[in-house]
């Protein structure tokens, strides 16, 4: 069975360009997450998703990042204008029926921010 | 705030049992989770703990006591293939998943 799948695996760009990570979640799963994971801060969620509709984003940074579930099998992070400080792994997880379900993490995308 | 306490790094020997503390404090509490890391990789499932008490799977186990606000993952018959990172999340009261920042375990022949 696929798991959660993330695209790209790497990025690298430039101060001030645009970053748009991409996320298919399991097939039937009705939540799904975005995380950042760094060395000092660990992993922060920083949405979710149930059902396709934003239910928390208080962990969004700022309003340079955005994030989009147009359907239930893809899901978008964006950041504009990217900054360094945003170098991180971000990770898209889903899981099934409740938030007391474990989360099935996607293989992250390693972000790096020049 | 939410606040959940692990130690950093640990190390223990190949064969070996290891044992990962985790404390919290958050408003409310709908249980715990215990996932591994492998350096590069995703996080993976492990255990979930909502009652007291030991659940045991394997060579690992999970231990939890909600009035001490607390928990640990037991590791038992250590192999190399566990060096990773454990991170326990807490699920608060309004069902937010809360990670701590894990603990590295080093298991050495």
């Known amino acids: 069975d696929a798991g959660v799948i993330q695209s790209p695996r790497h990025e690298v760009t430039e101060m001030g360009q645009e970053v748009t990570l991409r996320c298919k979640p399991i097939?039937?799963?009705?939540?799904l997450f975005w995380y950042r994971q760094t060395m000092m801060r660990g992993l922060e969620l920083l949405i979710y998703?149930?059902?396709?509709?934003?239910?928390?984003d208080s962990g969004m940074p700022e309003d340079r990042f955005s994030a989009k579930m147009p359907n239930a099998s893809f899901s978008t992070l964006k950041i504009q204008p990217s900054e360094p400080r945003d170098s991180a792994v971000y990770f898209c997880?889903?899981?099934?029926?409740?938030?007391?379900?474990?989360?099935?993490f996607g293989d992250g995308t390693r972000l790096s921010i020049l | 705030g939410q606040n959940i306490d692990q130690p950093t790094e640990m190390t223990a020997t190949e064969g070996a049992i290891v044992q990962i503390n985790c404390t919290y404090q958050?408003?409310?509490?709908?249980?715990l989770f215990w996932y591994q890391q492998h350096a590069g990789e995703a996080p993976t499932f492990l255990s979930y703990?909502?009652?007291?008490g030991l659940e045991e799977k394997g060579r690992f186990s999970s231990f939890l006591s909600r009035s001490k606000g607390y928990s640990y993952l037991l590791l038992k018959e250590l192999q190399m293939k566990d060096s990773a990172s454990y991170l326990c999340?807490?699920?608060?009261?309004?069902?937010?998943?809360?990670f701590g920042t894990g603990t590295r375990l080093t298991v050495i022949p």
């Open positions: 999340a807490v699920l608060t009261g309004a069902n937010n998943l809360f």
């Open positions: 958050t408003s409310g509490f709908n249980g």
């Open positions: 097939s039937g799963h009705d939540y």
């Open positions: 703990n909502v009652l007291d």
């Open positions: 998703f149930n059902n396709n509709v934003p239910i928390d």
């Open positions: 997880a889903s899981s099934l029926g409740s938030r007391a379900q474990p989360q099935h």
